[in-house]
């Protein structure tokens, strides 16, 4: 329902991936977000990549909802780092088509220098 109703709407595209429920909290549970106290699971959201591994988490209480566009953001960021292998980072706010950056040792403490923080807020 919440795929059929809520989240395709809010994109306006189709979800590539199934959508799931987790009844029992089994899921919840391995995460650490489920709730013992009330029986319910935090709204939690993990990225996890083609190996396994979680690259991004946010943990969120029941009465916040979470951001799909800002997932779908953090999702591109991580496949260009993954695809780049390590030759780009993005900085905060990065969109598609914005300018990343280079890592390593001359970057540290001088993002400023390359990178103006007016680009994550542009549309």
Same mark, same amino acid.
């Given at each position: ?11 306006n595209?189709?979800?590539p =991936?199934?959508m799931l &429920?987790?009844?029992?909290? &089994? @899921?919840?549970?391995?995460y650490g977000?489920y709730?013992e106290?009330s029986?319910v699971e !935090?709204?939690?959201? =993990? @990225?996890i990549?083609p190996?396994g591994?979680? %690259?991004? =988490? #946010?943990v969120l209480?029941?009465p916040?909802?979470?951001?799909v566009? #800002? &997932?779908i953001?953090?999702?591109q960021? =991580? %496949?260009?780092?993954?695809? &780049?292998e390590? !030759?780009e980072? !993005? ?6 088509g914005?300018?990343t950056l280079?890592?390593?040792?001359d ?5 400023w220098?390359?990178?103006?923080v007016?680009?994550?807020f542009?549309?």
């Amino acid at each position: 329902m919440w795929n059929d109703h809520e989240l395709s709407k809010m994109i306006n595209r189709d979800i590539p =991936f199934a959508m799931l &429920s987790d009844q029992d909290g &089994s @899921i919840g549970k391995m995460y650490g977000i489920y709730d013992e106290d009330s029986g319910v699971e !935090t709204r939690g959201r =993990f @990225i996890i990549d083609p190996d396994g591994i979680i %690259q991004g =988490f #946010e943990v969120l209480t029941p009465p916040v909802g979470r951001n799909v566009k #800002e &997932s779908i953001r953090q999702i591109q960021a =991580f %496949q260009l780092v993954r695809a &780049s292998e390590g !030759t780009e980072a !993005t900085p905060s706010g990065w969109r598609p088509g914005k300018q990343t950056l280079k890592p390593g040792p001359d970057l540290v403490g001088n993002v400023w220098k390359v990178w103006k923080v007016s680009e994550a807020f542009e549309e």
